[in-house]
C-alpha cells in the first residue's frame, strides 16, 4: 500500500493538509514495516486547496495521513479514491505503522472549511 504524509519540513506531519505542497511517501515491506520512498515538492498551483481537476501527483496513493484536514479535503481525498487519516503528534513512518496495525483510522467529519467561498 502507497501512503503519503504532509511534512512541509520533511520531518514532521504538518498541518492544514489542502494546502500543503509537500509530502513524504512510503509504501510498506513484505513484513508490514514502512519504507520512505520518496518525497513530493509540488507548487502552490497542485495543492489540493488550490488545483482545479485532472490528474495529480498524489493519485495512486491509498492513504494520506495529515496532522489536520477539513472536510473539502477529506472529500475530494475520498473523490480520488484515497483514505483521509489525521494524526498529529507522531513521526511519519510511526504514524504509517500505526495505521498499518489498525491504531489509526480514516477521519470521517472534520472541521468546517472555507474552500467555497
Known amino acids: ?3 503519503a504524509v504532509t511534512s512541509q519540513d520533511f520531518l514532521t506531519i504538518t ?8 509530502f513524504l511517501l512510503f509504501e510498506t515491506d513484505a513484513a508490514g514495516e514502512p519504507v520512505e520512498t520518496g518525497r513530493l515538492d509540488l507548487s502552490d498551483e497542485q ?13 495512486g496513493v491509498g492513504v494520506l495521513i495529515a496532522g489536520s484536514a477539513g472536510q ?4 475530494r481525498m475520498r473523490e480520488r479514491g484515497i483514505v483521509t ?24 467529519d472534520a472541521e468546517a472549511c472555507d474552500c467555497h467561498e
Open 1 to 3: 500500500m502507497k501512503f
Open 72 to 75: 473539502c479535503f477529506i472529500d
Open 15 to 22: 498541518g492544514h493538509a489542502g494546502k500543503s505542497t509537500r
Open 85 to 108: 487519516v489525521v494524526a498529529g503528534g507522531l513521526h511519519p513512518r510511526e504514524a504509517v505503522a500505526a495505521y498499518v496495525a489498525g491504531l489509526l483510522h480514516p477521519a470521517r
Open 47 to 59: 495543492s489540493i486547496h488550490n488545483f482545479k481537476g485532472g490528474a495529480h501527483p498524489l493519485d
